[in-house]
C-alpha cells in the first residue's frame, strides 16, 4: 500500500494518462463474455491505440481486469499492457480477485504502486473499493484514513483520485445499485481538499463526465462489453469499446478525449441478460 511511483517530468510539461479499464479477461484467450472475446476486444484496442501514435506516460487500469479470477488471466493483461514503454499502476474492480492480480501483475512488472508523484504539480491516488464478492463499492476506514493523510501530506499538489465504483448516480438505475455505496464518506474527506477537482471510474462500460459536488467525476468505456446510458433495466449496447486519454497541466487543468475502436466487430449478443 506504500509504495510510491515517481513520474517526473521535464519542467511544465503535461503528462499523458491512458486509462484502460474493465477487461475481464478469461484465462483461456478463447472465452467471451455476453459473445464479445475478451482478448481480442483488449488487443483491438492496444492496436489502435498503437495506431494512434500518441506519447504516453502513464498507463492507468481501473478495475476489473479478470472474469475468472485466474493468474493467467491476469498475466494476458499485463502480456498487453508490455507494448507500452510507459509504466502502469492499477486498482481493483468488483471481479478482481487481489492475491492473484497483485502478484502476477507484479510478477510481470507492473507496480503495485497507490500514490503516483507526478512531476512537481500533481499526484494520483488510486483507492480500493472492492467488497469482495459483491458488485457494489464501499471504501474501508483504512481507505479513508490513507486518502486523507495522502491529502494532507501534499496540500500545495493537485490530485487526481481513482476508484472503480462511481460515487453518484450514473443514470442506469440497475447499475446504480452497484455504485459506491458510502460516497458521502468520500465527500467528507474530499471537501476538506479544494485541489481534488477529478476523479475516474471504471465500472459502467460507458461514457460519463459529470459534476459530483463541484468535482469532475469522468467514466469510461470497458475495453469489451459497453452498457446502454438511461436504463431501468440491464441493456447492452452496440457501441464499440474503448479507451481514455487524460493530459493533466501545471495549472492543475485537466483535457480528456474518449475514443472507441471503429467498426462493429465487437458487439455483444443483446439478447444477454446480465453475467
Ligand atoms: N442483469 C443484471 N442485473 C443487475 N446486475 C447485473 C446483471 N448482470 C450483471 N450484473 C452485475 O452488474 C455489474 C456491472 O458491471 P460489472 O462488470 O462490475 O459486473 C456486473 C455484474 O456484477
Ligand atoms: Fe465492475
Sequence with gaps: ??????????????????????????AK???TLLGVNTWDSYHAVLEAINASQREVDLVVATGDLAQDHTSAAYQH?????ARFSAPCVWLPGNHDFQP???STLQDAGISPAKRVMVGEHWQILLLDSQVFGVPHGELSDFQLEWLEKRLA???????LLLLHHHPLPAGCSWLDQHSLRNAASLDNVLVNFPKVKHLLCGHIHQELDLDWNGRRMMATPSTCVQFKPHCANFTLDTVSPGWRWLELHADGSLTTEVCRLAGSEFHPDTASEGY
Design 153 to 159: 501530506e501534499a496540500p500545495e499538489r493537485y490530485t
Design 77 to 81: 493483461f499485463a502480456e498487453g499492457i
Design 100 to 102: 492473484a492480480m497483485y
Design 1 to 26: 500500500m506504500e509504495s510510491l511511483l515517481n513520474l517526473p517530468l521535464a519542467g511544465g510539461a503535461s503528462v499523458r494518462l491512458l486509462q484502460i479499464t474493465d477487461t475481464h479477461l478469461f
Design 29 to 31: 484467450k478463447s472465452e
